[in-house]
Structures are given as structure tokens and as C-alpha cells.
């Protein structure tokens, strides 16, 4: 069965960091672009970050270049998203997806950046 999880969310102190990550199975995901959206209440989903399968070039949104880091562990199975000097306005539902051609879904880790 094909399924990417996510984890790691949780509640923040606007400023405060947290780790994202997301785990494979029934595939590996060293073959896969791998990215981050995110969907806060009353928007559209954004794109927030991705990782090549060809030689991990990265991408970030502007709104998180500097804050955020994505890598990869093909060991583990696993995508992370170091999240640093949180803001208020990175409170979103984040969902990570895995690509090629076709596109696998997690089911989403909520982040709330609140004091």
C-alpha cells in the first residue's frame, strides 16, 4: 500500500522552530520530487518547498526562504522540513506530496505558531 505520512506538527511559540517530517512506505521516495504545502483556514493551498529526486536541488516559497530547510534521508524513508523563526501567519495545515508524474498525498500535520 502506498502511503506518505506526515508528522511533527504541533503548537509554537511565534519565533520557535518545528520539525516536519514524511515517511514512505509501499514506495521509496529517493526516486521522487518530494515538496511541502501548506493550507491555512479560508486560502488556497501554496506550494512551500521541494527537494529533486535527480540531485536534491531544493526550492522554497520567498515567504520561508531562511526560515525553512527540506532534506531527505533516503535510509529512513523520509522528507524533513526544519521550520525556524515561526510566524504566526505559517499556521496552516502542511501536507507533503511525492512526484513523479503522479503525485502521492500525505494526509496533513496541522502547525500553529500562537503565543
Known amino acids: 500500500q502506498v502511503q506518505l505520512v506526515e508528522s511533527g506538527g504541533g503548537l509554537v511559540q511565534p519565533g520557535g522552530s518545528l520539525r516536519l517530517s514524511c515517511t514512505a512506505s509501499g514506495f521509496t521516495l529517493d526516486a521522487f520530487t518530494i515538496g511541502w504545502f501548506r493550507q491555512a483556514p479560508g486560502k488556497e493551498r501554496e506550494g512551500v518547498s521541494c527537494?529533486?529526486?535527480?540531485?536534491?536541488?531544493?526550492y522554497y516559497a520567498d515567504f520561508v526562504k531562511g526560515r525553512f530547510t527540506i532534506s531527505r534521508d533516503n535510509a529512513k524513508n523520509t522528507v524533513y522540513l526544519q521550520m525556524n523563526s515561526l510566524k504566526p501567519e505559517d499556521t496552516a495545515i502542511y501536507y507533503c506530496?511525492?512526484?513523479?508524474?503522479?503525485?502521492?498525498w500525505g494526509q496533513g500535520t496541522q502547525v500553529t505558531v500562537s503565543s
Open positions: 527537494i529533486s529526486s535527480s540531485d536534491d536541488t531544493t
Open positions: 506530496y511525492a512526484d513523479r508524474g503522479s503525485r502521492y
